[in-house]
């Protein structure tokens, strides 16, 4: 495909779903025709995608830290899904919220879609207690993609009801993600590192950092793709992680 068709296939892609998604809250649909006009973000179909994309789950897939919950999620709170309908939009965890970031939802459901093909998802999470993993886990089982599909539905479906997450900090896991979270990941789902594309906010530490450097397949030294999300998973970062992926893929 020549640079003139690619650009032209991307803003298509982008264009378009930029009018199925409508306003978020983090990119309105004028921002996404503006970069569908430039070039766009997002890749074309018939491109690289990851077969396995891992994300944090506390101030990068949802908006809270887990540690600072006081209790189980009990209530839901109702709203829209990007135009999909009505479904669990919030938790409650005491007085707190739990919600999705809004390029964590639009994530979530093209994944669901099936528009990325051959390509998975798991958590990858090192909530600091025993609690905070039973309140993050618990929220996964609440939070909605679309309407009568949960977060946690989605990921069990791509893994044939087998939990591979790596959630919490508990022996065998610990603080350093590269050391066991990853390792772990890598053998519970046989994908290679250098075949993987990881998203965390950082806030606490630079795993993005760590993974990259640590986790590397011994034929050619390259380990996982990353992108920093330090204000949460938007929009800008999900199409940030497809294009830094297809760049990453150039060196396979």
């Given at each position: 495909?020549?640079?003139?068709?690619?650009?032209?296939?991307?803003?298509?892609?982008?264009?378009?779903?930029?009018?199925?998604?409508?306003?978020?809250?983090?990119?309105?649909?004028?921002?996404?025709?503006?970069?569908?006009?430039?070039?766009?973000?997002?890749?074309?179909?018939?491109?690289a995608?990851?077969?396995?994309?891992?994300f944090?789950?506390?101030?990068?897939?949802?908006?809270k830290?887990?540690y600072?919950?006081?209790?189980?999620?009990?209530?839901?709170?109702?709203?829209?899904?990007?135009?999909?309908?009505?479904?669990?939009?919030?938790?409650?965890?005491?007085?707190?919220?739990?919600s999705?970031?809004?390029?964590?939802?639009?994530?979530?459901?093209?994944?669901?879609?099936?528009k990325?093909?051959?390509?998975?998802?798991?958590?990858?999470?090192?909530?600091?207690?025993?609690?905070?993993?039973?309140?993050?886990?618990?929220?996964?089982?609440?939070?909605?993609?679309?309407?009568?599909?949960?977060?946690?539905?989605?990921?069990?479906?791509?893994?044939?009801?087998?939990?591979?997450?790596q959630?919490?900090?508990?022996?065998?896991?610990s603080?350093?993600?590269?050391?066991?979270?990853?390792?772990?990941?890598?053998?519970?789902?046989?994908?290679?590192?250098?075949?993987?594309l990881?998203?965390?906010?950082?806030n606490w530490?630079?795993?993005?950092?760590?993974?990259?450097?640590?986790?590397?397949?011994?034929?050619?030294?390259?380990?996982?793709?990353?992108?920093?999300?330090?204000?949460?998973?938007?929009?800008?970062?999900?199409?940030?992680?497809?294009?830094?992926?297809?760049?990453?893929?150039?060196?396979?």
């Amino acid at each position: 495909m020549t640079k003139s068709l690619f650009s032209l296939a991307r803003s298509a892609f982008v264009a378009t779903t930029a009018i199925r998604r409508g306003t978020n809250n983090n990119i309105s649909n004028q921002s996404f025709l503006k970069m569908s006009s430039s070039g766009g973000d997002a890749p074309a179909l018939g491109f690289a995608y990851p077969e396995l994309v891992v994300f944090d789950l506390d101030a990068c897939l949802w908006d809270k830290e887990m540690y600072e919950m006081t209790a189980m999620p009990s209530d839901t709170v109702k709203g829209d899904l990007n135009g999909r309908g009505e479904g669990v939009v919030g938790v409650m965890s005491g007085r707190d919220q739990i919600s999705l970031h809004a390029g964590s939802l639009t994530a979530l459901q093209e994944h669901a879609d099936g528009k990325y093909p051959g390509m998975k998802i798991a958590l990858a999470s090192s909530a600091d207690t025993p609690f905070a993993e039973q309140v993050g886990r618990a929220s996964l089982k609440l939070l909605e993609v679309v309407p009568g599909m949960t977060v946690w539905d989605l990921l069990m479906r791509d893994w044939d009801n087998q939990d591979v997450n790596q959630i919490g900090r508990q022996p065998p896991l610990s603080s350093n993600k590269a050391r066991s979270h990853f390792p772990r990941l890598r053998e519970a789902t046989m994908i290679r590192y250098d075949k993987m594309l990881f998203f965390d906010d950082c806030n606490w530490g630079d795993h993005c950092g760590m993974v990259a450097a640590q986790c590397k397949e011994p034929d050619n030294g390259i380990g996982p793709a990353t992108v920093r999300t330090p204000s949460g998973l938007g929009n800008r970062e999900w199409l940030k992680g497809l294009d830094v992926y297809m760049e990453h893929a150039k060196k396979l």
